[in-house]
């Protein structure tokens, strides 16, 4: 008997899942292990895997359809055999929030298969290719293009819009976007717009899953969390010295010898376990009726995708080095990136660290990541000029620290010593190779 192959949740806040592409045509044979379709959800772009042996039969979902949990996917089955007659799933209907729209249950099949939930994977970049099928653009002028395909048109500097699809339904693959890269670039357009012409055309872009999730999770935060803000300002100097030294001593040193080079963040996320070890009231979360104080540092660090912001979680970094944390950071934000993070790699932490120094931002205040207390907002490091202990101007490098707190778990002079011990651990950054 065939069995249907439902839509398993890929992460702990997902309602609704988008079936981006399928892997596997209909009249393959599958094998358990087998990667069957990407979906995006609310946190990454993930693969499903098959657990059952058989030939695909039949698609309920066509490739961008959006599907509840626990909603038919795909039929499996032996050769020749008839796919089971479902109903299909109850599309999400349109909102003027951000906010998911609960799944609909969907009818019992006529015969009554059994149901086999599939596991999720991350996605990969040597997935088959899709089937090539005519360009066809989607709903409302929208370019239609696979996340990984998105992000080599990025990474080579190809307009999409310009891309004819060959998946399905027209959609933008990864072979289209190489395929323009490699074409000889048009004339350069002028490098100015006319005085008063239009920007563009006017384009509606639907709100994906992972946006809607920010969206609500942002409003939440800052509609139900009293935040208030402090800054300081601290002498990047001795950072700066130590940082340059370290990286021309060991850049050019492979890393199995202990080399590799660190950046001011590496820095800013060790120095922040630190000033959580002296001050431990700012590591903590307000449980309603209670504030709970963690024991151990899991520290979130800001990564921009194109979607907007993830938050990859160093777990126990209180008892990781300097190069521990660098390390693994480097990983997670790699990860982030290729969408092939898993959810439970962004969960559970327990301070924030959100920088924005590598685009000239000289300052700024984060929003609060629930359940955390506090986020640590850093700039760019600037030359100014400063007054020195002999009261003579000289050149400086200044950094500034931004400090938002939830006024329910931690109150301004809290906030304050913790800024100040994190200006005493970057001024005095040899500290941190201690540990």
């Known amino acids: 008997m065939a069995e249907i192959i439902e839509m398993p949740k ?104 059994a149901m086999v939930a599939a596991a999720p994977q991350t996605e990969t970049q040597n997935s088959k290719p899709e089937t090539p099928s005519s360009s066809a653009p989607a709903p409302g002028g929208r370019v239609k293009a696979s996340p990984l395909a998105k992000k080599v048109a990025t990474e080579k500097g190809v307009a999409l819009a310009g891309v004819t699809g060959s998946g399905p339904g027209g959609r933008i693959v990864r072979a289209d976007v190489l395929a323009a890269a490699s074409k000889p670039a048009p004339a350069a357009a002028p490098s100015f717009a006319p005085v008063g012409g239009p920007l563009g055309a006017d384009e509606k872009t639907p709100v994906s899953n992972m946006r809607a999730t920010i969206a609500r999770h942002l409003l939440k935060s800052k509609t139900e969390i009293p935040h208030f803000y402090l800054e300081l300002e601290i002498d990047a100097g001795p950072l700066t010295d ?133 986020i640590l907002s850093v700039g760019a490091t600037v030359k100014k000029p400063v007054v020195d202990a002999h009261d003579r101007v000289v050149v400086g490098r200044r950094l500034n620290i931004g400090l938002a707190g939830d006024h329910r778990v931690i109150d301004g002079a809290v906030a304050a010593h913790f800024l100040q011990a994190l200006r005493t651990v970057l001024e005095t950054p040899a500290l941190l190779l201690l540990g």
């Open 10 to 113: 890929l992460s702990d806040t997902m309602t609704v899942g988008t079936l981006v592409k399928w892997l596997k045509k209909e009249g393959d044979k599958v094998n358990a292990g087998d990667m069957l379709c990407e979906v995006e959800t609310d946190k990454a772009t993930m693969e499903v895997e098959n657990f059952v042996p058989g030939v695909l039969l039949k698609h309920y979902i066509p490739a961008g359809g959006q599907v509840p949990i626990g909603a038919p996917m795909c039929a499996i089955g032996k050769a020749g055999e008839q796919a089971p007659a479902v109903s299909a799933p109850a599309a999400p209907a349109a909102a003027k929030t951000p906010a998911p729209v609960a799944p609909a249950t969907p009818p019992p099949p006529a015969a009554a298969p």
């Open 242 to 374: 130590l940082r340059e030294g370290l990286n021309a001593a060991l850049g050019d040193v492979p890393a199995e010898k202990g080399g590799g080079k660190f950046t001011v963040n590496d820095f800013i996320l060790k120095a922040s376990v630190e000033a959580l070890r002296r001050v431990p009231a700012v590591n903590a979360s307000w449980q309603g009726d209670h504030i709970q104080r963690h024991g151990r540092v899991h520290l979130a660090f800001g990564v921009a995708l194109e979607d907007g912001l993830v938050t990859p979680v160093i777990k126990n970094a209180d008892s990781k080095s300097i190069r521990q944390i660098s390390a693994e950071a480097r990983e997670l934000a790699g990860k982030a990136r290729s969408k092939k993070i898993k959810p439970n790699e962004m969960t559970g932490s327990t301070f924030t660290v959100t920088n924005l120094g590598m685009f000239g931002v000289t300052g700024f205040f984060g929003i609060i990541n629930p359940p955390n207390a506090a």
